[in-house]
């Protein structure tokens, strides 16, 4: 059964699925209230980040041009460059038992590539979610829609994988950012 979250709701993934091993972080989104000529690119991305809330190096940020972690632990999917259809746009994938023990927090985002140039930001984004799935599965576990809630934001942290002891939790974020990509980098420690 899916648990529905709201911004800043916090739920404990593994000690409801004691065996959960891997799962897939399924981001998806539409677009609305457009029509500027540009197709919408949105980018999924996953940062893993340490105590300190950074990344300890520019390989723990893990995004269209960076597939894979080194670990193994996390991976990217691939590009869905239009958005279009049903379902997931973007998908990650995260096996908890190779994620190293330094990285504390697993930071799931979306952001809007060009969007400067292409003038355009997530309020012109609807139905947009991050779901987390148990991959052996299929089972949806929790599903966090964003709502409506941003207007001039081109980079959203939508939420958050991270370990509370030895329980792995999810924090339903929900952060907008003005500046795209590079804002992100930034607030993770990413040299851009």
């Given amino acids: 059964m899916t648990i529905n979250l709201q911004k800043g709701q916090k739920v404990d993934l593994t000690k409801g699925h004691p065996n959960l091993v891997k799962v897939i972080a399924g981001l998806g989104w539409d677009t609305n209230r457009y029509d500027g000529g540009f197709q919408f690119d949105l980018d999924a991305a996953a940062f893993l980040v340490g105590e300190t809330g950074k990344t300890l190096s520019d390989g723990d940020f893990v995004f269209y041009n960076n597939l894979k972690h080194s670990s193994g632990a996390v991976i990217h999917m691939g590009d869905n460059l239009t958005g279009e259809g049903d379902g997931d746009d ?78 792995w939790k999810f924090n339903a974020i929900g952060s907008g950012f003005h500046g795209g990509l590079r804002s992100l980098c930034l607030n993770f420690g990413i040299n851009v």
């Fill in 90 to 167: 973007e998908q990650i994938t995260v096996d908890l038992t190779k994620v190293p023990q330094n990285i504390k927090k697993i930071a799931f985002t979306v952001t809007i590539f060009d969007a400067e140039t292409r003038i355009q930001n997530f309020g012109q984004i609807s139905n947009a979610y991050i779901r987390l799935c148990n991959e052996e599965n299929g089972e949806e576990i929790i599903r966090y829609d964003l709502g409506e809630d941003f207007s001039v934001e081109t980079a959203i942290v939508v939420g958050e994988l991270y370990r509370y002891g030895t329980e």
